[in-house]
DNA sequence: GTAGCAGTGGAGAACGTTTTCCATTACGCT
DNA sequence: AGCGTAATGGAAAACGTTCTCCACTGCTAC
């Protein structure tokens, strides 16, 4: 690897010069254009490569961002890593992944990971683990952290004290249900009441508000996860408690696609027997047509990873942007 | 942030002891027990973090795996991804993620900036793309970096000369094959061609060879991607060529979930109208019961950073762990 | 008694950058 | 002629580690 004193002497100049033109503030120090032209000319025939590490080490920050998934094969959270290693790149930044596999303990472990790199920022995505032990803890540590300077941003409703940019699942849980109540159906059960897990029980709040406004009568069924496979064991147990609701609301499209196969598969219909509509935004609803309130989670990681990259030159905290629904093929008036 | 310096002035000890104790070889260089205790005391109290970039600088080489997947979002990757991250994990390692929204260029440009950052290895999630002008200028440059010493490990079919570690496709769409003859299923279509993808013409020769052995006629129909809205596609065509075939391979889960999909929509029944099958092992099929070659992606990410993260220790390449027949509730005897 | 050696500690030179000073030149003014 | 100033270049000190020497202490073995 060619370092910069290499290229400085192949140039006939000296290092500080090198830098200037290579990496550096050429506005802050100009170099005469000839320099310039000869000290890339050595560069590029020694193939220069500048060295992260001694760059972090010298500005106290790498230009790394880095992401604390709370699962990493969750379509949601693959969608915002997604949003955010893309703009990222945008500034020549690179993301560090760290899988927390929905552990507080984990989540802990690899922010200080993270911090002993040097990241510029963290981004958390997922939420609150509630009741979960470590918890208390790594909120304890996080506002440390930011406290001291740290840039860090949360994804989800989160118990600590960071940036927070998070999508208002009330008000996309309120419009979407608003929606299927226009479409005549009275009789609407929602699918996903997760103890302890703010972002589903915030899509509750938006599904109850917008049930009582129409003097319908809420049905909460709970569930052991946000997956497919909790979906399905969902939609079972209410085909076997009696007669179908005349629309199903589901908390998110992975719950809304375990529903929609099982529903299939045992012979109903939809939206001929039953509407089902979910909230989400990845993409596995496609393939089956899903209605669903659409958020806009590679924006959202988006504005996460450009909020890190511009720290210092724009300072201000940007605006989660707005969900829009996606009308499909599983929903149909009454 | 503390700093050596700072723990050894507290400890009363030299920078150099400070740092065999917390960070270093201490079996290499002794140092007494109740130094130890003083500067792993001051250590505590002082909330000391080491500095990665700092210990990159001096040992040329962080304790970063570098990934390149192919896409982010396809399950296929994305488990393997994790498999690296968890096992990386272990040895103290973390994973800078690039994605290459399967364009070579874009591949180049990561491999070049994890090579900036120093990291101890690059690993390549997915297949060539044949026929993209970059492709050449990639091999290029990747094998200049592995004849230089940086390690490189390939968890696809790659035209470089880097380490590999593949899963051998031909085998696996093989013995898939040769299962569902055996369910008594003579006419059998393949869903997946994809010009150029290695994966996918390996999976189509193994459906070729197992096809000829029972001299039943082979049917490949084409693809423009292996996603579920293709798999999808591809079935709509087959339902208007005429009636469908007894049984259909799928070159991958995702193809085979929108075959499945389209399949239920149309009021078509699997297993009694036709047996479906697919290669993979990211879950996405578990929802439909779909029968299929469970492939190890997680472990086959694991052992490559574990060879990476053994560099030295255990320079021997690991052999690809074996592929998995998962019978499920989408395929049965004829 | 002294050479050799294991055990323990410290000084200081890297690693590759960035950046603050300082030095030199050239220029436009008075 | 003298001087302020912009343009341009270099020397050298950091940044926080690791690690190679080197030094000192007690030993043991002759």
Same mark, same amino acid.
């Given at each position: 690897?060619?370092?910069?004193?290499?290229?400085?002497?192949?140039?006939?100049?000296?290092?500080?010069?090198?830098?200037?033109?290579?990496?550096?503030?050429?506005?802050?120090?100009?170099?005469? !254009?000839?320099?310039? @032209?000869?000290?890339?000319?050595? @560069?590029?025939?020694?193939? /220069? *490569?500048?060295?992260?590490?001694?760059?972090?080490?010298?500005?106290?920050?790498? =230009?790394?961002?880095?992401?604390?998934?709370?699962?990493?094969?969750?379509?949601? #959270?693959?969608?915002?890593?997604?949003?955010?290693?893309?703009?990222?790149?945008?500034?020549?930044?690179?993301?560090?992944?760290?899988?927390?596999?929905?552990?507080?303990?984990?989540?802990?472990?690899?922010?200080?990971?993270?911090?002993?790199?040097?990241?510029?920022?963290?981004?958390?995505?997922?939420?609150?683990?509630?009741?979960?032990?470590?918890?208390?803890?790594?909120?304890?540590?996080?506002?440390?952290?930011?406290?001291?300077? *740290?840039?860090?941003?949360?994804?989800?409703?989160?118990?600590?004290?960071?940036? =927070?940019?998070?999508?208002?699942?009330?008000?996309?849980?309120?419009?979407?249900?608003? /929606?299927?109540?226009?479409?005549?159906?009275?009789?609407?059960? #929602?699918?996903?009441?997760?103890?302890?897990?703010?972002?589903?029980?915030? !899509?509750?709040?938006? /599904?109850?508000?917008?049930?009582?406004?129409?003097?319908?009568?809420?049905?909460?069924?709970?569930?052991?996860?946000?997956?497919?496979?909790?979906?399905?064991?969902?939609?079972?147990?209410?085909?076997?408690?009696?007669?179908?609701?005349?629309?199903?609301?589901?908390?998110?499209?992975?719950?809304?696609?375990?529903?929609?196969?099982?529903?299939?598969?045992?012979? /109903? =219909?939809?939206?001929?027997?039953?509407?089902?509509?979910?909230?989400?935004?990845? !993409?596995?609803?496609?393939? #089956?047509?899903?209605?669903?309130?659409?958020?806009?989670?590679?924006?959202?990681?988006?504005?996460?990873?450009?909020?890190?990259? *511009?720290?210092?030159?724009?300072?201000?905290?940007?605006?989660?942007? !707005? #969900?829009?629904?996606?009308?499909?093929?599983?929903?149909?008036?009454?």
């Amino acid at each position: 690897m060619a370092t910069l004193r290499e290229i400085a002497e192949l140039a006939s100049v000296s290092v500080a010069t090198a830098s200037r033109v290579l990496n550096g503030s050429a506005q802050h120090h100009p170099v005469s !254009r000839d320099v310039q @032209a000869s000290v890339r000319a050595a @560069a590029q025939t020694l193939g /220069y *490569t500048p060295s992260a590490p001694a760059q972090a080490l010298k500005q106290q920050r790498s =230009k790394i961002i880095g992401v604390i998934a709370s699962d990493i094969l969750d379509p949601y #959270f693959a969608e915002m890593t997604r949003g955010i290693e893309i703009e990222a790149a945008k500034y020549g930044y690179v993301t560090i992944l760290a899988n927390a596999n929905r552990d507080p303990d984990q989540e802990r472990t690899k922010f200080r990971v993270l911090r002993e790199h040097q990241v510029s920022g963290i981004i958390f995505c997922g939420s609150d683990i509630e009741g979960s032990p470590g918890t208390a803890e790594l909120a304890r540590e996080v506002n440390l952290a930011v406290r001291s300077g *740290t840039r860090v941003v949360a994804l989800a409703p989160r118990g600590f004290d960071s940036t =927070k940019i998070v999508i208002d699942n009330v008000a996309a849980a309120h419009e979407l249900t608003r /929606y299927v109540l226009s479409l005549g159906h009275r009789n609407i059960a #929602f699918i996903g009441g997760i103890p302890g897990l703010s972002a589903a029980e915030q !899509r509750i709040d938006g /599904y109850r508000a917008a049930m009582f406004e129409e003097q319908a009568h809420p049905h909460v069924l709970g569930l052991s996860g946000m997956s497919q496979e909790s979906g399905k064991d969902a939609v079972t147990q209410l085909i076997a408690s009696g007669p179908l609701p005349d629309a199903i609301v589901c908390a998110n499209d992975e719950v809304a696609v375990g529903v929609l196969a099982h529903l299939w598969g045992s012979g /109903y =219909k939809t939206p001929d027997d039953v509407s089902v509509v979910g909230i989400g935004g990845a !993409r596995s609803g496609a393939v #089956f047509g899903l209605t669903t309130m659409t958020l806009p989670l590679v924006e959202l990681g988006g504005l996460a990873a450009r909020y890190i990259a *511009t720290a210092g030159t724009s300072p201000e905290v940007p605006a989660a942007p !707005r #969900f829009e629904l996606h009308v499909g093929s599983t929903s149909a008036p009454r």
